[in-house]
């Protein structure tokens, strides 16, 4: 898939930068979006990007703000892998080591996984990643059925499978994130985890899955909650990840209109992650 990077400099930066994220991101079509020092890089594919759109979101919410912006194609490449080799591997709170293969084996932690991410979402050096790790370790996976919807590397699904986990399915509508997930998940040993391709309308509405884990981003989780709830086991987990700490909310309020009841969130470097128990 193609993308768009637009580079938005901003004067003064806030709080026109929170601002323009949250229009944009309302809009449901870019799907990230990196801090700068002087404003805001926002990704979003090519066949989505609509220049009228920006600059109403631009008109509407940065008054008094002096708005620069450019919109660059990047290279169909593999981004994030390119990023990663940057980066050293995330020990996450102790427990698990995440690395790439050309980073060093451990034998001090409990969990290792293994992750060529190409370019798709999930190596724990996001905070969201990075949360919804700690909550595997927290939740009880032995013998669960477990759901890793947008699974990106499938990096949650293999924990998850790490950890006990009966039956782990693995879900992502993107075909680059499918292919990566299929081959993370063989690299770690786990290929009897079930990956296809899909979005939230492939679910089916049996309650099949005692865990729901759904790391996207905050419109998907709103427009596409209920999906995960009816196939969500009476007593069940939903645990979510991929929004701001102020989206907490509005997240809070739909999953308690399904018939939910919060019971945990998490918060890093203003990232927040919620769990929810379907009673």
Partial sequence: MKYNVVKIKLSPVEPFRDLLVYALGDEGEYDSFE???DGLDAYV???????AALKAAIADNCEGCEV???VEELEDKDWNAEWEKGHQAVLVDGFCWVRAPFHPHRDDVEYEIEI???MSFGT???ATTYMMLTWLRDLDMDGKNVLDMGCGTAV???LAKKRG???VEAVDVDEWAYRNALENIERNGCGDIECRLGDAETLGEERRFDVVLANINRNILLNDMGAYVRTLKQGG???MSGFYENDIPVLKAKAEQLGLRMDGERVRDGWASVGFVNC
Avoid: W
């Fill in 124 to 126: 724990a050096h996001h």
């Fill in 237 to 239: 987990r939903l645990v």
């Fill in 45 to 51: 594919p090519t066949a989505k990007y609509d220049e």
């Fill in 156 to 158: 949650l699904a293999i």
């Fill in 68 to 70: 620069e912006y450019k």
């Fill in 165 to 167: 986990a009966a039956k």
């Fill in 35 to 37: 801090n700068k020092s």
């Fill in 116 to 118: 060529e991410p190409k």
